[in-house]
């Protein structure tokens, strides 16, 4: 199976599909050979067939389907507590959503195996999505958390495979971003004024229910655009003559233990959830923690190391031991400095908003005394933030070549490796201050403080997270290109488990014990109500002896979860070193059959460049 490419001295190259790179380069190395994955060959037949027309319609659609999306989620966010409250199971309703979390996680490393062996650009994304409307107990709700969780972890890592696959890399930052964080923008806070009329218009009992049905129905018409063009696309396939088939299917026995690792994808899930259930249910529970979940804890790293085993390549295993040909995640894409450096970049990063924002809301309305709505707003400035800088770096990313060659300043290329160098620093900064911030919450100027931290928190994680994400893309080849996306996202994942799971255990620990030390000795024994019950400790007078004792305490534990956020930062400012820094050039694109895919036109001024190039 071959195609062939333009080169600069017009001479036609022939290069196998599966040695293709994502970018369009040729690797021939003993990976490239040991099996063509189905999914991976599907996608270079699409690619062969499809127009950067095609690519440009396809966007529209996905853009149309994400603003749907994203008023869902903001939406149903308003209503949910009323959801939980329907069923009266707020203990079960726990347990599900630390399972619903496990699932989603697993899915980051599950969905890239699905896409390599059934197929990248293909409408089955949609296969997982369920509708809650239906939920008439708290046994279907759970059973529907779970699988929309997946469903939508599955979706989202599908477009991003999608997006790496049908762009260019000079441009692939500002089409990773665009839709997502336009439609982020727009309905962050328009969704929850809709969520409330909601709730107004059709009452709280059961507006839940028609909130969820209504987003179900609406986006399942708007996702009917970008599902057609995905089908056209794998129609024209068939209509085309000549084109080479696919591999053919290989047994039960093969495609569960060397194309799905189903020993692989057993340990993951096992070790996950061992790991993250105690954690995660131990917040709020003052941290009682018994011999069940320390047994617990410990079988789970233990069965993560079995993992890791597992995945180590042939000349580390013993003879006698059965390998997978392509395990779950491959030990190529384990050892790659870039991938591993932004695995602990990302969990690192989420661990440290985790423990700082869980309880953040709570200690605005209790220390600095604003209301729910703003404390909320105060909180979604590093989204907002985060969402028009990555948009702004991605512009950046793309016209840098452009816009120099304008200036009269050469051919000057773009650099992964500055957005990742200024934007982690900035995270720590913005994170870091936070310590001095949180000690002063009564001052005139704390709500401005806070609002400045999260901006500049913001603009280091827009900056870095959009720039990583091309670069781990680009060092990896096209084979490896699925799972190291799920791997940058399973990183963000797992280490916001952990981080809320760490916020949990402080808080429950620290603000009980600290309560009782400051109260007053005639209000200690409303320690545990204070504690407990947020309203209960805005109703006192913060100037009281019993508020600024209140106030003292959070102030304390506010301050030990900032500390251990900013610690967490320090080894996202080594990593950053370890991401292999990438040179971004117009030249470099998905080439298939010869024509140029993506959504940038060709400019004379680098084709003679190149030209040039190619003659010295």
Same mark, same amino acid.
């Given at each position: 199976?071959?195609?062939?490419?333009?080169?600069?001295?017009?001479?036609?190259?022939?290069?196998?599909?599966?040695?293709?790179?994502?970018?369009?380069?040729?690797?021939?190395?003993?990976?490239?050979?040991?099996?063509?994955?189905?999914?991976?060959?599907?996608?270079?037949?699409?690619?062969?067939?499809?127009?950067?027309?095609?690519?440009?319609?396809?966007?529209?659609?996905?853009?149309?389907?994400?603003?749907?999306?994203?008023?869902?989620?903001?939406?149903?966010?308003?209503?949910?507590?009323?959801?939980?409250?329907?069923?009266?199971?707020?203990?079960?309703?726990?347990?599900?959503?630390?399972?619903?979390?496990?699932?989603?996680? %697993?899915?980051?490393?599950?969905?890239?195996?699905?896409?390599?062996?059934?197929?990248?650009?293909?409408?089955?994304?949609?296969?997982?999505?369920?509708?809650?409307?239906? %939920?008439?107990n708290?046994?279907?709700?759970?059973?529907?958390?779970?699988?929309?969780?997946?469903?939508?972890?599955?979706?989202?890592?599908?477009?991003?495979?999608?997006?790496?696959?049908?762009?260019?890399?000079?441009?692939?930052?500002?089409?990773?971003?665009?839709?997502?964080?336009? &439609?982020?923008?727009? +309905?962050?806070?328009?969704?929850?004024?809709?969520?409330?009329?909601?709730?107004?218009n059709?009452?709280?009992?059961?507006?839940?229910?028609?909130?969820?049905?209504?987003?179900?129905?609406?986006?399942?018409?708007?996702?009917?655009?970008?599902?057609?063009?995905?089908?056209?696309?794998?129609?024209?396939?068939?209509?085309? *003559?000549?084109?080479?088939?696919?591999?053919?299917?290989?047994g039960?026995?093969?495609?569960?233990?060397?194309?799905?690792?189903?020993?692989?994808?057993c340990?993951?899930?096992?070790?996950?959830?061992?790991?993250?259930?105690?954690?995660t249910?131990?917040?709020?529970?003052?941290?009682?923690?018994?011999?069940?979940?320390v047994?617990?804890?410990?079988?789970?790293?233990?069965?993560?190391?079995?993992?890791?085993?597992w995945?180590? *390549?042939?000349?580390?295993?013993?003879?006698?031991?059965?390998?997978?040909?392509?395990?779950?995640? *491959?030990?190529?894409?384990?050892?790659?400095?870039?991938?591993?450096?932004?695995?602990?970049?990302?969990? @690192?990063?989420?661990?440290?908003?985790?423990?700082?924002?869980?309880?953040?809301?709570?200690?605005?309305?209790?220390?600095v005394?604003?209301?729910?709505?703003?404390?909320?707003?105060? =909180?979604?400035?590093?989204?907002?933030?985060?969402?028009?800088?990555?948009?702004?770096?991605?512009?950046?990313?793309?016209?840098?070549?452009?816009? @120099?060659?304008?200036?009269?300043?050469?051919?000057?290329?773009?650099?992964? $490796?500055?957005?990742?160098?200024?934007?982690?620093?900035?995270?720590?900064?913005?994170?870091?201050?936070?310590?001095?911030?949180?000690?002063?919450?009564?001052?005139?100027?704390?709500?401005?403080s806070?609002?400045?931290?999260?901006?500049?928190?913001?603009?280091?994680?827009?900056?870095?997270?959009?720039?990583?994400?091309?670069?781990?893309?680009?060092?990896?080849?096209?084979?490896?290109?699925?799972?190291? +996306?799920?791997?940058?996202?399973?990183?963000?994942?797992?280490?916001?488990?952990?981080?809320?799971?760490?916020?949990?255990?402080?808080? &429950?620990?620290?603000?009980?014990?600290?309560?009782?030390?400051?109260?007053?000795?005639a209000?200690?024994?409303?320690?545990?109500?204070?504690?407990?019950?947020?309203?209960?400790?805005? $109703?006192?007078?913060?100037?009281?002896?019993?508020?600024?004792?209140?106030?003292?305490?959070?102030?304390?534990?506010m301050?030990?979860?900032?500390?251990?956020?900013? @610690?967490?930062?320090? *080894?996202?400012?080594?990593?950053?070193?370890?991401?292999?820094?990438?040179?971004?050039?117009?030249?470099?694109?998905?080439?298939?059959?010869?024509?140029?895919?993506?959504?940038?036109?060709?400019?004379?001024?680098?084709? =003679?460049?190149s030209?040039?190039?190619?003659?010295?």
């Open positions: 199976m071959a195609t062939e490419r333009n080169h600069p001295s017009d001479e036609r190259v022939t290069v196998p599909l599966h040695d293709l790179t994502h970018d369009g380069s040729s690797i021939l190395s003993e990976e490239s050979t040991i099996l063509q994955k189905r999914g991976i060959v599907s996608s270079s037949r699409v690619l062969s067939v499809i127009s950067r027309k095609d690519i440009h319609i396809a966007y529209g659609a996905y853009t149309l389907l994400a603003l749907g999306i994203a008023f869902a989620q903001y939406t149903q966010s308003t209503f949910t507590a009323y959801a939980t409250s329907a069923f009266k199971s707020h203990s079960e309703l726990a347990a599900a959503g630390v399972v619903s979390r496990v699932f989603s996680m %697993c899915a980051y490393a599950l969905m890239p195996k699905v896409t390599d062996n059934v197929g990248r650009i293909s409408p089955s994304v949609f296969t997982f999505m369920i509708v809650l409307i239906g %939920c008439k708290v046994q279907t709700y759970i059973g529907a958390n779970v699988f929309s969780g997946l469903g939508s972890t599955s979706y989202e890592i599908a477009i991003q495979i999608y997006i790496a696959e049908t762009t260019p890399i000079v441009s692939r930052a500002l089409w990773n971003v665009a839709a997502d964080s336009f &439609s982020a923008i727009v +309905t962050m806070y328009s969704g929850a004024e809709i969520g409330g009329h909601i709730l107004d059709w009452g709280t009992a059961n507006g839940w229910r028609w909130g969820y049905g209504m987003w179900a129905i609406i986006n399942a018409v708007l996702a009917i655009p970008f599902v057609s063009v995905l089908v056209s696309w794998h129609n024209r396939v068939r209509r085309t *003559p000549d084109i080479d088939p696919l591999p053919p299917r290989t039960l026995y093969n495609q569960l233990f060397h194309e799905y690792d189903i020993i692989g994808v340990l993951l899930v096992a070790s996950v959830a061992l790991i993250l259930v105690p954690l249910l131990a917040k709020g529970l003052a941290a009682k923690w018994t011999d069940q979940n047994a617990m804890i410990c079988v789970g790293f233990g069965l993560l190391l079995l993992f890791i085993g995945s180590l *390549p042939k000349r580390f295993r013993p003879s006698w031991l059965l390998t997978p040909k392509l395990p779950l995640i *491959p030990w190529c894409t384990l050892k790659d400095r870039s991938v591993l450096a932004m695995f602990i970049i990302n969990m @690192c990063d989420f661990m440290s908003y985790g423990c700082f924002t869980t309880y953040f809301q709570s200690f605005q309305q209790v220390a005394r604003v209301s729910p709505a703003k404390a909320s707003q105060i =909180d979604n400035t590093l989204r907002i933030v985060f969402q028009v800088t990555a948009i702004i770096v991605g512009l950046v990313m793309r016209f840098w070549t452009p816009i @120099c060659r304008k200036l009269n300043l050469g051919e000057r290329r773009f650099h992964t $490796k500055w957005p990742i160098w200024i934007g982690i620093p900035l995270c720590a900064i913005g994170i870091a201050i936070d310590i001095n911030f949180v000690q002063n919450p009564r001052r005139s100027s704390s709500i401005a806070f609002v400045v931290a999260k901006a500049i928190y913001g603009i280091g994680r827009g900056m870095f997270q959009t720039s990583s994400q091309v670069a781990i893309q680009a060092a990896v080849k096209r084979g490896e290109l699925a799972m190291a +996306t799920g791997i940058f996202y399973f990183a963000m994942s797992l280490g916001g488990a952990i981080g809320v799971a760490v916020a949990g255990s402080v808080w &429950s620990e620290t603000l009980p014990t600290t309560l009782i030390s400051n109260l007053p000795a209000a200690k024994d409303q320690a545990q109500v204070i504690y407990g019950n947020i309203a209960t400790a805005i $109703k006192y007078d913060p100037n009281s002896e019993v508020g600024l004792a209140i106030l003292k305490s959070y102030v304390h534990t301050k030990i979860l900032a500390i251990v956020a900013t @610690c967490l930062q320090v *080894p996202m400012l080594i990593g950053m070193f370890f991401v292999k820094d990438i040179v971004l050039t117009e030249q470099e694109e998905v080439a298939h059959a010869g024509k140029r895919l993506g959504l940038d036109k060709e400019r004379k001024g680098s084709k =003679d460049q030209d040039r190039d190619e003659e010295k």
